[in-house]
RNA sequence: GGGCGAAUAGCUCAGCUGGUUAGAGCGCCUGUCUUACACACAGGAAGUCGGGGGUUCGAGUCCCUCUUCGCCCA
């Protein structure tokens, strides 16, 4: 026999050191690579990875999204699956060109200055030097991404996918050019979706304005708004057609005052009559309301801020901007315009106001409303099929709540403004000829001469939108157009995607749309949309807050696996994760404690098992298992089916859509944790550990081995279960079991199999039951010892009664219960003559006569005090049962169950009452 | 303004289709350096499940209402 080392792991966990071993190991080998050939006989998992920006650096945001993608694929690649992680980056056209922009103009210049070809060659260069950078982080959390198939939005291979969607969508007749007001940030120079115009409460004014009528100036009707400014572009005042105080102003003309315009009062039920006066300007150019009535009475639109912002005759415009405003921006021009009006007596009033205003969700600045000429897609027919996949079950939203917000936007859905005004992105194919006039010629190839004229054509100088390429993303990174792509036959459709709520619009439902559009299926089944990181004030971590935490700091000082599992385990389904940056320390002890148990837990038992070959459990003889080995190998059945039940299902079961059962259930992160934390410590090391000690004692025989091979299979169980969390610590451990064959990875082994019921002998069952009753006599012993102070090191006697299972079986127990409860135990069914301490179990009843330390007054307290705590719920328990109603409508299993736990209780009572009454009371 | 959600132990949250003496982790209290682990071990205290009403044999769980927070959308 080998003789047990302790020294053979050093006492203290090295994360860095196995992280550094492992991690290349795992990537040498392949072991993330994802197989399309051996797709054909296992079923696929895929998750695509939500593409980081290309200049973003790692957040505990991406840690979160990432552990959790992580902890999905290394499960189902180990349950068999062929589970594929696409990695890869976003080249994030705005923010990616700010980030340039900032450097150009700590140099001084502009992006103008330096001409577009220059300028996109720059942002190259500069991408691929820092860029992508934070793939290499998310190595050092342990992802488990096929590196071999690294993707990014602005490749050539996926600029053709791109182009193909843009031709197709206008093929489909879903592409057009629109010339309405869009949302348009002066300081990125660009136009934005809805969504990328985000609205923030704000304290501002709400200005009355006082318009006096052309014909007759001592009258006058008085306009509302919160941007004075855009007055210069009114081109009329509109009034609701049923608000009587105003009929008879309509089709009259009111003078603007500072430029002197006249324009038409209106009547269009937009108005509406309870808000200010209820009488608003409209300003066609420069508010997508005011643009719809503009074009329903078929007014002028002139533009009077032009797009960088400043107050000038745009277009249309003549004669309407006062020379004084010429050229302010417009900000400074609302403060002049305030103080003219105020000058001319045409301001009536000024409030505070409370509303919402639009920012540009890059750079924060004010977005202003703009008319100009975008490409749009017509998103009606593509929301429909993504609406119906959520509808037939396709697909599932988890936490199921963000199902509502996803219908509701759906069935409200705008076109997509998908043009921008920038210099790094996809540019949209599209070009003119001059000479054929203005009908753009769209194209999947770059085209020099007008295929009509073979005149020159010049292309379009607009930008997609960054998410154009981003919806594309699960199946453009998988080879896609090319319907001949290995990946995108093997691979697509595919599983989970994984991300953050904030984004759900932007990408989620965008990628379902594009999903079906293109290929007639839902890119996933599952989104599982995680909680926010936040702080312990409940703040969003942010940079600007400096409230972050960088988790590669949490990486250095506890070890990845250590970040991974404070995450995973704190993980509830949908909810926020609260840490605290100012105590590193005090946030990630679960993960660093939990890796310090574990890694204590495998020193001792890989020390005991010794390198020794072990039996496998099919050897073992089920006769030859001690109570306690029958008991941990049913814990072990009990952690499986637990942990599967937390993480499952992992698809449909019919292979197509949900039933409304399956529908909310797996995902559990921290269910599944707490199933393996609870095997591997409260359970393997708590009880089957310490009550083994003995049996590994001894230099050789049968129960020795039994235990060994018990323990072995167990604690390899336990790694298994919990590789998907912490891959490094257990991958480590893993490799020092005698068992494991060397050149095998624990991140590819086999997920464990709990034993099917059919399998575990009666005996076997009465085994567990045997050892439940040891330890509850070991529990009932403690609390005696506890309560009556016994110091810890002293042996005390104890008399053992079984009341739950049969006595004879139980004298077997006297040794284990006596080492774990420091006692020496006799297994008797009589009382002991002397007064004693007694605790009532369930299963057994235990008496400690404690010779000269009975307190018989403290011990009837105690024991009334039971008494009074059990009598509560069982005259609840007995009124349920003599109540007619009940006993009528509840169900017939639910009543049995409850007759059986009366019985119980009642005898528990019985029981208390009688040591009282031996007690002398 | 419209919609959605949350309110359970000091803190963060479980409790999934109504039936357990309402749970976990952290924190707290008591004892212990019991030769794997004090980042540990053993024992313990702690909640009228936001307020009010209803449905039911039975409600933390369903319905209504109020209060307070949060998120999304316009």
Known sequence: MTSPDLNSLPPQYDAQATEAEWYPRWTEHGVFVGDPARAKTREPYVIVMPPPNVTAVLHVGHGLNNTVQDVLIRWRRMAGDEALWVPGTDHAGIATQNVVEKQLTAEGLTRFDVGRDAFVERVRTFVAQTGGEILNQLKAIGSSADWTRTAYTFSPELSVAVREAFVRLHEDGLMYKGHRVIHWCPRCGTSLSDEEAEFTETTGKLYHLRYALADDPTQSVVVATTRPETMLGDVAVAVNPDDERYTAFVGKDVILPLNGVRIPIIADSYTDPTFGSGAVKITPAHDANDFEVGKRHALSMPVIIDAEGFVREVDDAAGRVPSTLNGLDRFAARKAIVAMLEAAGAMVKVEPHQHNVRHCYRCDTVVEPRLSDQWFVRMQPLADKALAALRSGELRILPDRWEAVYVNWLEGIRDWNISRQIWWGHRIPVWYCEACGNTPIVSRIDITACPTCGGPVRQDDDVLDTWFSSWLWPFSTLGWPDQNSIDLKAFYPGDVLVTAPEILFFWVARMVMSGYWFLGKAPF?????????????????????????????????????????????????????????????????????????????????????????????????????????????????????????????????????????????GMRLAEYAEAARRFVWNELADWYLESIKPRLAVESGVDREVARAVLAHAFDGALRLLQPMIPFITEALWQHLPQTTSGQFLAQASWPRARAAHDISDDERAHVQLFEATRQAVQGIRQIRAEYNVSPGAIVAATVSATGVPAGHFESQANVIGSLARATVSVNN??????????????????????????????IARLTAEVTQLEGPLNALEGRLANEKFIAKAPPEIIAAERVKATEWRARLVSLREKITQLGA
């Not at 009843?845 to 330390?853: E, F, K, N, Q, Y």
């Open 830 to 859: 009589a009382h002991p003559d002397e007064a004693a301490a007694s605790a009532v179990m369930p299963l057994v009843t235990v008496h400690l006569p404690l010779a000269g330390m009975i307190d018989v007054g403290k011990e």
């Open 525 to 665: 089944h599952t989104v599982y949309l995680t909680g926010t990181v936040r702080d312990m004030q409940h703040r969003k971590m942010s940079k600007s807050l400096g409230n972050g935490i960088d988790p590669l700091d949490v990486v250095r000082l506890y070890g990845a696996d250590a970040l991974r599992w404070t995450m995973v385990a704190g993980l509830g389904l949908g909810v926020d994760v609260m840490l605290d940056h100012t105590d590193l320390d005090k946030s990630f002890a679960p993960g660093r404690n939990f890796c310090t148990k574990l890694w204590n837990i495998g020193r001792f038992l890989l020390s005991r098992v010794g390198s020794d070959a072990v039996q496998p459990m099919s050897a073992l003889s089920a006769s030859a298992l001690a109570a306690g080995d029958a008991w941990i190998l049913e814990r072990l059945d009990v952690a499986i089916a637990e942990c599967e039940a937390a993480l499952g299902p992992a698809r449909p079961a019919n292979g197509a859509t949900w039933t409304d059962a399956e529908r909310g259930r």
